[in-house]
């Protein structure tokens, strides 16, 4: 035993030293994360070339997730067209939808009743909602904090509960049709809607008091990720991370759509530009999405749910079948689809991810020429090697984190 | 040449005014901007919009493909302007054999990725870029999905 030498570190260290001292190419290490990480939240696959806990340089990979809904839209008639949409961001299917449908609505000059409009608010606001708590939650989970995530679903619950009512679909909704609502609003909506948003403000109330006092929160978070407003507004990213970086920009307030003009809400900004004030900013625009939803709910027009257009509308069952007219349009609608009348829009809207573009080509048929969506996504994942180059790697998942990426709504 | 209807916009003007050799075509169509530029000038357009005008931010780059009529694609551009609260869409018009142009991305380094985008899916090459790869497909894939005369039934195995 005690001729055994036992190498102590000390006694290592001459080599690591000389190892150290060959060329930087020789040290630098190749790390792949992803596109099976689960803190990526889908498919996203990072190269980075590490050297010792530095990052050297980023290359995400994109693409796994694609699945040629662009492609797929032209084969779709307009109103079929809106199930995909749901289908490229699966955590904000409504703004997607209305995004959508408010470019071809303007593509066929419609005007829709105040109900749908409002509806449609109302809804986007809780998609808000929605998404955000599973960003919440994900986030948070990732940083270490695991009990916000099952605070975060259990509100997030409600909401799916309330597509559901709406709908008949938690997550897939396609609720937003071209000329208004798919459905009319379901009985009892009011309540459940009621419940739910007096008692939202105070659950925001219970994440603030888990993390934004948190000591290992703030040490994770403050000062991480930082970028700068122009290094932004050059890469194309969009949303609250431009907003936690002082810039005082949102679609809703700016270009409104949909009578979000009638509505009494603020645009809340923070200047530091990092994790941490991406959370605060996110946390704000909850409590500002709540406001939303309360006035919509106090508020709400009576009226008819769809647009008085009957040969973009499926008239209603009862018509259908006493009125030959009706039934003709129904069939035709059906069969055919409605034209669209030759030309070319491009709609943006604020998703809770920041810019949602849709660019509809119609070239006077049934079925769109071309649609090219601009996903927040893709803009924003664009920004990453900006972000994280130069940090540690301790710190990527809580960059990227704070960006809040969906794959399927970047891969499209 | 911009036709009659867009001499009182001040981007459009301003843009003819910059170059009016630039400017092809324009119009004014459901409150939005388009104005047709001529490829070889779009660099310089651009770096016009972006400094001059204020259109800081390029909402998003993509192509059309009008097969079978020639010119057969277009790439067109989506800026954005945050003071001026406006939006703006630029096409350049390619023939359909070996479309090129040259890339935007020393304007915005953000054009990178939609660049990328459209030469993976339209088969548009982008000069000058610094990173002209697939993005959505694998590297070896064959033939570009977005083209009208690529089918979407699936004539491939």
Redo the contacts between chains.
């Keep these: 035993m005690s001729d055994t030498v036992i190498p102590t570190i000390p006694d290592l260290a001459p080599g690591v030293e000389a190892e150290k001292a060959t060329s930087a190419k020789a040290r630098n290490i190749t790390l792949n994360m992803g596109p099976q990480h689960p803190s990526t939240h889908g498919v996203l696959r990072l190269q980075l070339e590490l050297d010792g806990e530095t990052i050297v340089k980023c290359r995400p990979d ?2 796994y997730l ?1 699945t ?1 809904i ?3 839209f ?2 779709k008639t307009y109103q079929q067209a809106v199930t995909l949409t749901d289908r490229i961001d699966y955590l904000a299917p409504l703004s997607n939808n209305l995004c959508y449908c408010l470019a071809v609505e ?2 066929l ?1 419609l005007e829709i009743p105040p109900l749908a409009q409002w509806t449609r608010v109302m809804l986007t606001e809780l998609t808000r909602l929605n998404s955000h708590l599973v960003w919440l939650g994900t986030h948070a989970i990732d940083i270490g904090a695991m009990s916000v995530f099952l605070y975060c679903f259990r509100e997030r619950e409600d909401i799916l509960r309330i597509f559901e009512m709406y709908s008949g679909q938690r997550m897939m909704t396609s609720y937003f049709r071209i000329g208004g609502l798919a459905l009319e609003p379901p009985r009892g909506w009011q309540q459940r809607v009621r419940t739910f948003i007096e008692t939202f403000p105070s659950k925001v109330d219970e994440y603030e008091e888990l993390l934004t006092n948190n000591r290992i929160w703030i040490g994770r978070t403050r000062g991480i990720g930082y970028m700068s407003i122009e290094d932004m ?5 969009t949303g609250p991370m431009l907003r936690a970086a002082g ?1 005082q ?1 949102d679609a809703r307030k ?2 409104p759509y949909s009578s979000y003009e009638k509505f009494d809400f603020e645009i809340p900004t923070k200047t530091e530009g990092d994790v941490y004030a991406r959370y605060q900013v996110r946390i704000e625009e909850m409590r500002q999405s709540a406001r939303i939803v309360k006035q919509a709910l106090e508020g709400m027009p009576g009226g008819r749910w769809t647009a008085d257009a009957p040969h973009v509308v499926l008239p209603d069952r009862e018509k259908m079948k006493t009125q030959m007219e009706a039934l003709i349009y129904h069939f035709k609608i059906v069969t055919e689809g409605f034209r669209v009348p030759a ?4 709609q ?1 809207i604020e998703s809770p991810r920041g ?1 949602v ?1 849709y ?1 509809v ?1 119609s070239d006077g048929t049934t079925h769109p020429y ?1 649609v ?1 969506v ?1 996903g927040p996504s ?2 924003n ?2 920004g990453v090697p900006r972000m994280v180059e130069g940090t540690l790697i301790a710190d990527v998942i809580a960059s990227i984190g704070s960006m809040d990426f969906v794959l399927g709504d970047c ?2 | 040449m911009l036709p009659e209807n867009l001499n009182e916009n001040p981007t459009a003007t301003a843009l003819a005014a910059f170059d009016g050799a630039a400017v092809v075509s324009g119009k004014f ?2 409150g ?1 901007l ?1 104005i047709e530029i001529a490829p070889e000038k779009i660099v310089s357009v651009c770096g016009f919009l972006k400094y001059d005008l204020g259109f ?5 780059v ?1 192509g ?2 009008w097969y079978p009529a020639e010119p057969r694609f277009e790439v ?1 551009y ?1 800026l954005h302007s ?1 003071d001026r ?1 406006e ?1 703006v ?1 630029l096409k350049c018009r390619l023939p359909g054999k070996d479309p090129e142009i040259d890339s935007v991305t020393e304007v ?7 660049e990328r ?1 459209t030469f993976d ?1 339209f088969g548009v090459k982008f000069r000058n870029h610094p990173d002209l790869r ?5 590297d070896d894939w064959e033939g570009h ?2 083209r009208k005369d ?1 089918s ?1 039934t699936g004539d491939r195995v």
């Design positions: 994109i693409g694609h040629g662009e492609k797929e032209e084969v303007k593509l000059g507004l050059d890469l194309g990213i810039l920009y700016s270009q030309g070319e829009v491009y943006t810019e573009g660019y080509v071309r090219h601009r893709f803009g994942l664009q891969d499209r | 169509d459901r939005e388009t800081v931010r390029l909402s998003t993509t059309m493909d067109v989506h945050i609260n939006r869409r915005w380094r953000g054009a990178n990725w939609f985008e899916l697939r993005i959505m497909l694998p999905p977005l690529y979407i």
